[in-house]
């Protein structure tokens, strides 16, 4: 027999969002060790370097959510949603930095979901390989606070991030709400 029997998976594959996708281009491993829906995708190893560490973190991001403006659509690395905004986190690569003509479409594209309230961060190949602790982690944090916290489903106040505390743990003070 050329392939192995497909085997059924143990358990189904949650959307914490409860978004609806048909497809994601995976891997075995990948599919067998999911937790969850965005677990799935196999996309650069830049964006899956941020995504181990904003699973650490137990921040809440969808990958490779859709933004439409205007009939143009755009895939955004890592959708985070806030009480007061949302943010866009990209990791592009140095290849993609180089290029005047990717450079001017990056501009395009910030603008177009700029006008739709969502705020970007973009971090390079250097940035989430070598400052990942140091900086990468620390202007997300900074910035989803910025935002009023990320807000969970389920939860009474958002979520704010401290990357100096464990994984998770936030005592909200006084005036956080």
């Given amino acids: 027999m050329l392939f192995e029997p497909l085997q059924r998976l143990a358990r189904p594959i949650p959307s914490l969002r409860q978004r609806r996708i048909t497809f994601i281009e995976t891997t075995w491993d990948k599919l067998t060790l999911a937790e969850e829906i965005n677990d799935l995708y196999d996309d650069s190893p ?21 933004g439409d403006v205007d009939k143009r659509k755009y895939a955004l690395d890592f959708a985070v949603y806030c009480s007061k905004g949302k943010l866009d986190i990209e990791t592009d690569g140095d290849e993609w930095h180089a290029n005047p003509e990717k450079a001017a479409k990056d501009n395009l594209r910030d603008n177009d979901l700029e006008s739709q309230g969502w705020q970007q961060l973009r971090f390079t190949t250097h940035q989430v390989q070598e400052q990942m602790s140091d900086y990468c982690i620390p202007t997300i944090a900074e910035t989803i606070n910025t935002l009023g916290g990320v807000q969970e489903e389920g939860r009474l106040l958002p979520h704010k991030i401290n990357p100096k505390l464990p994984p998770g743990m936030f005592q909200p003070g006084l005036f956080d709400l």
């Fill in 46 to 66: 830049l964006e899956n370097r941020l995504w181990t560490e904003l699973k650490r973190l137990k921040i809440r991001a969808e990958r490779q959510e859709w």
